[in-house]
């Protein structure tokens, strides 16, 4: 027979293919067992983030019609800044919710590139962080639209063009990150960076508090650079357009458009990189060939040795994978410098903040359970970052109540660590709060740790989520997983800042600490207790997590 | 009689409506190279899973070295390793550090633990690459990899899911010696495979299932005698698995119907 020659679909075609693809894997996924409590919980994380967004908007909606109506378009530049700040920072800070999706594995079909760059770009208006975005931008264009109905057409060019300039922006700046953190030299290099910058920040508010009479007319001789970003000229135009000043609608659209041509010159190139088949493993290049028997010098378990051997075993391979894992050595690394930099801006130059006075029993019990409340948060999906390794848990001799040893031993050692530094370093910064606060704050700690570990460990053998090692993009936690571990975080809480305030009510400043001891017990004591409840567990929903996380 | 090392009775599991193994009945001797076939979705995956401990039955027994796999999970764990489906690898370690976890895991001492991998390792010519991840192997370096995991701890039976799928000659040459050196020193192995040949010329019996149900269960000489009527025919694996699989109307199809690819 001869061969026949078949045409390619063409662009819109290949487009609707792929949308089709998304929309039936999407379908198929909602069949799945484990795939329903997801949902249940992307509802209610749903409706939670709905409310916020929402509120923005209306919030957005009416600054815009203010401004316009009072003719104060430097609000309006406000309000694009708010929004540009938040799209490209949360998908930094947090893993995004967008679509838990590999668009680079569709490069096996015969796509062009243009389609590959459109699908990658319509991808990234998948993301939390730009539909909220969006949404928030068309209320600011509606708002502008009913104070002065007129100039909307022009608003709205001018926010589409924004809009352009953000999603393309966004995904050049994941696009990178992700090639940063896939290889361990650059991504120690950032992540290094990255901390010196963090730490250099604790300096600045005491550096202003020092220089501020000299760091004023900087500052506002800086200002007006501000005018060239984005932002600032969307917002010009759009006075440009009130104003009917046509010359400045055209300099701040060509200046919006002119970015987002050289941000898309740029991706393309990141795209076209992947499209060729760019290597992001570990280890791209050829090592050279070294006959050389590995020794057990790396043996880390081997320092561990007071645990059983088992739990040793599982301690290692989890401090392992956390070295390994720029994402995760960076939500670790964040918190306790957040807790210096609130230290130093707020309580020790500054011993109040507006006004209002911030004593050390609310200081130091706020940011420990800020510490608390992030860094327990993986906790709640401990199984994310297995894979298929999963499996060697349940074809080892080991109980899972091993497992949950192991994994919860290095949380609550990295916790205690943490949380030590920082209370250390507040000691140093702000001087010794009273012995009954601090005996509050370490039996505080066991109780709310302790409290939620096993909380977490049914929550990560109930609610299981596969997540990518060193990836940002694409990744969403496990819906119910997220509202679990926040309902929990809540109740405890909620519970402690009682037992704090009880201790002032009463006036006996020792009884948080004898609240908290006695809780803490009972909590240690249902830890143990959970285990083996939480082995039958694993039994019985092993199946679940296999399926979950050998995909 | 020698010692059975894997027996099952009525061995169901079901899916939902779907039954992918149904009501199974092996009996694998100890020290027997034993081959599980199957086509395609006939449920050999399922029926290791279930014999590993990855798989709870629907219903049935399963008793491995003599002992009821429920009430005795940890203990024959222990006793038996394994190479699953996918291998279930922690992709994020190198080849050392993971050997060193599943020697632990099973409950062997470090200093053990590390002259079995540097042995391993060595044997399986894996040694090359210390400091890369698993990510970055390729995929007979991970499947050797695995089967070195899977044996560490001296294991009395071996499941291995497809251990020569996507193994080049040369890695298959490592495999297969290791595993002849295993059934010397009288550990059973119980592999599945599609190459029929590795399998006819490596095990000592063979079962096959099909659809759910076991089909066929003996040695090679049995399972020829059951076809033809009489011992001693030179029927291959490939034309007794044809002929046992195929007569339910799954045989070769005719290639005649896709006469747009030529």
């Known amino acids: 027979m001869a061969h026949v020659r078949t045409a390619l679909p063409g662009v819109l075609q290949q487009i609707q293919l792929v949308s089709r693809l998304r929309w039936r894997i999407l379908r198929n996924s909602l069949g799945r067992k484990n795939s329903r409590w997801d949902i249940i919980g992307v509802v209610l994380t749903g409706v939670i983030s709905g409310i916020f967004v929402l509120g923005l908007c209306f919030a957005f909606y009416s600054g815009a019609k203010y401004s316009v109506a009072k003719g104060q378009y430097e609000w309006m530049t406000l309000l694009l800044w708010a929004i540009f700040l938040f799209w490209q920072g949360f998908p930094i800070f947090v893993a995004g919710f967008g679509a838990n999706f590999e668009f680079k594995t569709l490069l096996r079909f015969p796509l062009s590139l243009s389609v590959f760059y459109i699908i990658g770009l319509a991808y990234g208006l998948s993301d939390f962080s730009a539909i909220a975005s969006v949404l928030w931008l068309l209320s600011l264009s509606i708002g502008a639209g009913a104070a002065s109905p007129g100039i909307f057409p022009g608003v709205l060019l001018l926010v589409l063009t924004f809009i352009l300039f953000n999603v393309t922006l966004e995904r050049l700046i994941g696009s990178w990150l992700e090639r940063i953190f896939a290889r361990r030299r650059t991504r120690e290099l950032f992540v290094g960076l990255f901390v010196l910058c963090m730490v250099c920040l604790n300096f600045l508010n005491p550096a202003i508090n020092k220089h501020s009479s000299s760091i004023r007319p900087l500052a506002l001789r800086l200002f007006p650079y501000l005018d060239w970003f984005p932002p600032s000229l969307t917002g010009r135009a759009i006075a440009g357009v009130a104003h009917l000043q046509p010359t400045q609608f055209l300099v701040g659209i060509v200046g919006v458009l002119a970015y987002a041509a050289l941000l898309t010159m740029l991706l393309w190139k990141r795209f076209s990189a992947q499209y060729r088949g760019e290597e992001l493993s570990e280890t791209a290049a050829p090592l050279p060939v070294k006959v050389e028997v590995p020794t057990a010098d790396s043996d880390l378990s081997g320092t561990l040795l007071f645990l059983p051997p088992q739990v040793a075993a599982i301690a290692g391979k989890e401090f392992r994978y956390l070295k390994r894992n720029g994402m995760m050595v960076l939500s670790l690394i964040v918190p306790p410098i957040m807790v210096l930099f609130l230290a130093t801006q707020f309580a020790a130059r500054r011993p109040a903040v507006q006004g209002i006075p911030l004593s050390s029993e609310l200081f130091f019990p706020g940011l420990m359970a800020y510490l608390i409340l992030i860094l327990m948060a993986p906790a709640y999906n401990s199984f994310a970052y297995e894979g298929r390794g999963i499996q060697s848990y349940f074809l080892a001799p080991v109980r899972f109540r091993d497992v949950f040893l192991g994994k919860n031993f290095v949380l609550v050692t990295i916790l205690v660590l943490e949380v030590g530094l920082s209370l250390g370093a507040l000691i140093f910064i702000n001087g010794l709060p009273p012995v009954t606060l601090l005996a509050a704050i370490a039996t505080g700690f066991i109780f709310t740790v302790a409290g939620q570990l096993s909380i977490a460990n049914w929550s990560s053998l109930k609610f299981p989520r596969k997540l990518e090692f060193g990836k940002m993009q694409g990744q969403r936690q496990s819906g119910m997983a997220v509202l679990m571990a926040f309902g929990t975080q809540i109740l405890l809480g909620g519970i402690s800042t009682v037992i704090l305030f009880a201790g002032k009510w009463t006036d006996n400043p020792w009884l948080p600490a004898e609240g908290f001891a006695f809780l803490g017990l009972a909590a240690i004591g249902g830890y143990f207790a959970s285990l083996d409840g939480l082995s039958h567990m694993a039994e019985s929903k092993k199946e679940t997590l296999l399926e979950a996380l050998c995909r | ?262």
Not at chain 2, 57 to 85: C, H, W, Y
Not at chain 2, 193 to 216: D, P, W, Y
């Open chain 2, 1 to 262: 009689m020698s010692e059975i090392a894997v027996h099952t009775q009525e061995l169901t599991r079901k899916f939902g409506n779907l039954t992918a193994v149904d009501e199974i009945d092996l009996q694998v001797a100890a020290g027997q190279f034993f081959g599980f076939l199957g086509p395609n979705g006939a449920g050999k995956s399922t029926t290791i899973k279930m014999l590993t401990g990855l798989l709870a039955p629907t219903s049935g027994r399963m008793q491995l070295l003599g002992l009821d796999f429920a009430a005795n999970a940890v203990e024959l764990k222990r006793q038996i390793g394994v190479v699953p489906e996918g291998m279930g690898l922690f992709e994020r370690l190198t080849g050392a550090e993971y050997l060193q976890f599943v020697g632990q895991m099973y409950g062997l001492d470090r200093s053990t633990t590390r002259h079995r991998s540097e042995e391993l390792l060595e044997f399986m010519q894996l040694v090359d690459r210390p400091k890369t991840m698993i990510a970055d192997y390729s995929h007979g370096m991970q499947k050797k990899l695995a089967l070195a995991a899977a044996v560490i701890h001296g294991p009395r039976i071996l499941f291995l899911d497809e251990p020569f799928e996507g193994v080049d000659a040369l890695a298959a040459g490592a495999l297969k010696a290791l595993l002849t050196r295993m059934i010397e020193r009288g550990t059973t192995i119980f592999l599945t495979s599609h190459v029929l040949e590795i399998v006819e010329r490596l095990c000592s019996h063979v079962a096959i299932i099909n659809k759910g149900q076991l089909v066929g269960q003996g040695s090679l000489e049995e399972l020829r005698a059951g076809i033809s009527g009489e011992a001693g025919n030179k029927l291959t694996l490939e034309q007794i698995f044809f002929s046992i699989v195929g007569k339910d109307g799954t045989q070769r199809p005719q290639i005649e119907e896709l006469s747009w690819l030529m």
